[in-house]
């Protein structure tokens, strides 16, 4: 059949009702879209990595994160009612780097803000801070472990030193893999051509990063009050 | 491509060149959906000829055979089949089909070549990531029949991997076949939540201009729901695999308990709970099930419209009762666990939830047999391989409200009546809706049609083959026939109830369908080559978007211009339309005819 075929704008094109013909049914009837959502983010549905699709990636990833965590908590709380679960004396590295992780996440937002105020100076010491906060947060943790294999309490020792062994590590690792996307990140936007994508990919890393902050404090609470 | 009355202008991308980046490291979703379903049926096959040579130990245990020997000289010596032998191969037939075939063909498969283009977007939104995803699954696959190949051979705790067997070596098997497994696993479910992040991000945020939620076709809702259940329940898998990894590796002890001998031997762990396992494994298996079945509860919805020339009866119905299942199946694994050691009130209360299942469920078929009356049916391949599914879904269906109570459960549990039942409702349904898809949208990947003689045949022959090697197994688990095991020799009980008979008939059911499955495997081969051309770019006459771009679609799926959708996804029979069917591309102005001057 005969169509004409035309490009439109963006804007959708919105049909007279009116000169529709009647159906005699009813409920066939063309509509005009309702519900939520339609025409995605707007984007034409090009432009494969824009930012509010990376935010609502972390937003996902997060979900899947927090329900794997949530199954190690649940077998905790499972495994600790038994009678050979002897509490666990945290190492005191765990605080340094407790702090060292609450810093990063402050240094990674006020990064945020410079970009988005387009003050790059401002912005390479902020990165700068957070990798290297990152880095010793992972280093602290490192000791933790080391302080904990000191006094000779390995992976095996007890259940509760398994679980610590475990979700501190599981989580290094996350926060690890971070870290690795915040570099790769950082020498994009610290490149002067950096654009608006670069600021919301940002913004996207930054909600990871603060999610490793939270996802930690929950973790701390759990190791030092049942660990 | 005239169908699309309007469209948006996109920047075009060109497809890559060189065999390597266009056939085996491609980012194209589409060349990912072809090599995933490639996969699944390598892994299909597998799977089949591993319950081949169960239904042949189970028929003749003292027979020797001289072929099986010379393939399994650890698992078959003197020809005959070792009964821990046995074991493994039920354990990789359980794993391979749950896994390689049931979980990536509807997801994997034909939601990574159709969602895309269904929602009117010319890529996933993670093009990178779908190519990773897959290649991890493929990774595990080969991991996974590696464990074959190990020192000790398969494992053989079950698809379930139950500890304390799973957990200790030599409780079972010596040998690290069982770790092969675990890492497996675990590297399936890394693939399965980056894909299904893949999936979710794709379909809220890559929809085409005027694509609403609710005009999205069934299908691509099976596909989201089949995510949300796939990001939230493989995580669980993952860390309960790793846990029992520890266990088995680093002498930990999540799920051994005290006071184990094995072999005479004292085992020195203590304080881990069995159970805590079920718990978690069936917390992610449950909603396994539906990460097979909703796919494949869309794709027939789509079919059934399709050749019924009808709009889906209830479309916001079968959304609402997807959601029902995605959320019900969270909270009904205690189900598998009734006769595990558990409070009576759990019992009750995951027993209530479970029949709650039966309403979505039962709004689904009805709105399958709704879409269908009164239409005007046309009875091609993919309508009948659909239709078989609605049969299949209900009679595998009805055995899940017997198992869902606690107390016939008790005597049901972990007979073949529970084989029968899941057999049905998550593999031969699927399967069969599988086989509709690739009927179905074989002309659209493909250029040509499959063999329509052929392709009946093969309904008609897997049709009836699954009732007969499933059916009987009913009537086994009502005489109390248990599962998994070897052989049943010494247990008269069985042998007055006709056991013998029953499973002769179906090892030789078994054979017939393995059969058809081949027809399948030669149609599909055939059709590749020398098929029937498909009558232009809509050869079925259906609405959504992949039947308006070209055959098979280009690399970007709309070659630049993505159409601007104005309408549902199924309007069939449209009265007073021009054709029987309106395009959700189409402009009213395609659809209807002129109205008639004034005073007529």
Known sequence: MAVTAAPVELERPRRETAERPTTGGGGFRPRPPKGFGGGGDGSSGDGFQSGDRLRLAVWIGIAGIVMFFAAISSAMVVRRISDDWRTLPMPPAIWVSTTLLLLSSGSFEVGRRQLKRGTLRGLRWAVAATVALGLGFLGAQLVGWSQLAERGVFLASNPSASFFYLLTGAHALHVAGGLAALGVLAVRVLRPDSGAPRTSMFAAAALYWHFMDLLWLYLLALLVMWG | ?600
């Open chain 2, 1 to 600: 491509m005239p169908e699309i009355s309007q469209y948006v202008e996109v920047e075009r991308h060109a497809p890559p060149q060189g065999f390597l980046s266009k056939w085996v490291f491609s980012t194209d979703h589409k060349v990912i959906g072809i090599q995933y379903l490639a996969l699944a049926i390598v892994a299909a096959f597998t799977g089949m000829a591993l319950s081949l040579l169960m239904r042949i130990r189970l028929v003749a245990p003292t027979e020797p055979k001289a072929w099986l020997e010379a393939l399994f000289p650890a698992g078959a010596p003197g020809g005959l089949m070792t009964p821990e032998f046995y074991l493994a191969v039920l354990t990789m037939h359980g794993t391979i089909m749950v896994f390689m075939v049931l979980t990536t063909a509807p997801q994997g498969g034909f939601g990574n070549y159709f969602l895309p283009i269904q929602i009117g977007a010319n890529d996933m939104a993670f093009p990178r990531l779908n190519m990773l995803s897959f290649w991890l699954t493929a990774l595990s696959f080969v991991v996974l029949v590696g464990a074959f190949l190990v020192e000790g051979g398969a494992p053989i705790a079950g698809w379930t991997a139950y500890p304390p067997l799973s957990a200790l070596d030599g409780a079972a098997i010596a040998g690290n076949g069982q770790d092969w497994w675990l890492v497996s696993i675990a590297i399936f479910c890394l693939a399965s939540l980056l894909s299904a992040l893949n999936f979710i991000v794709t379909t809220l945020e890559m929809r085409t201009e005027g694509m609403t939620m609710l005009r999205l076709p069934l299908t691509v809702w099976g596909w989201f729901c089949t995510a949300v259940i796939a990001l939230l329940a493989f995580g669980v898998l993952l860390a309960a695999g790793i846990l029992l990894l520890m266990d088995r590796n680093f002498q930990t002890s999540f799920f051994i308990p005290g006071g184990l001998v094995i072999s005479d031997q004292l085992v020195d762990r203590s304080g881990g709970s069995p159970i805590l396992w079920q718990h978690l494994f069936w917390f992610f298996g449950h909603p396994e099930v539906y990460i097979a079945i909703l796919p494949a509860m869309g794709i027939v919805s789509h079919v059934l419209a399709t050749f019924s020339r009808k709009p889906v009866f209830g479309y916001k119905a079968m959304i609402l009762a997807m959601g029902a299942i995605v959320t019900l199946g969270f909270v009904v694994w205690g189900h598998h666990m009734f006769v595990s050691g558990m409070s009576p009130y759990s019992a009750f209360v995951f027993s209530l939830l479970t029949m709650a299942i039966g309403v979505p469920s039962a709004i689904k078929t009805f709105n399958w047999i709704g879409t269908m009356w009164g239409g005007n049916l046309r009875f091609t391949a993919p309508m009948l391989y659909a239709i078989g599914f609605v049969s299949v879904f209900v009679a595998g269906g009805i055995t899940g409200i017997v198992l869902g109570q606690p107390t016939l459960d008790q005597y049901f549990h972990d007979t073949y009546f529970v084989v029968a039942h899941f057999h049905l409702i998550m593999g031969v349904a699927t399967v069969l809706a599988m086989f509709a898809g690739l009927t179905y949208w074989f002309p659209k990947m493909f250029g040509r049609h499959m063999n329509e003689t052929l392709s009946k045949i093969h309904f008609w022959l897997t049709f009836f083959g699954v009732y007969a090697v499933f059916g009987p197994m009913h009537f086994l688990g009502a005489i109390g026939h248990p599962r998994r095991y070897a052989e049943t020799t010494g247990l008269n009980y069985l042998a007055e109830g006709g056991a013998d008979f029953l499973h002769m008939f179906i090892t030789h059911s078994t054979y017939t369908l393995v059969a058809a499955q081949a027809l399948f495997l030669v149609n599909v081969v055939w059709s590749l080559f020398a098929g029937k051309k498909a009558a232009g770019d809509n050869p079925w006459q259906a609405t959504t978007l992949e039947w308006a771009t070209a055959t098979p679609p280009p690399y970007d799926n709309f070659a630049g211009r993505l159409p601007v959708v104005t309408r549902g996804p199924y309007e069939y029979s449209l009265p007073k339309a021009k054709r029987d069917f309106a395009m959700q591309c189409n402009s009213d102005d395609a659809v209807f005819a002129p109205e008639p001057a004034a005073g007529d």
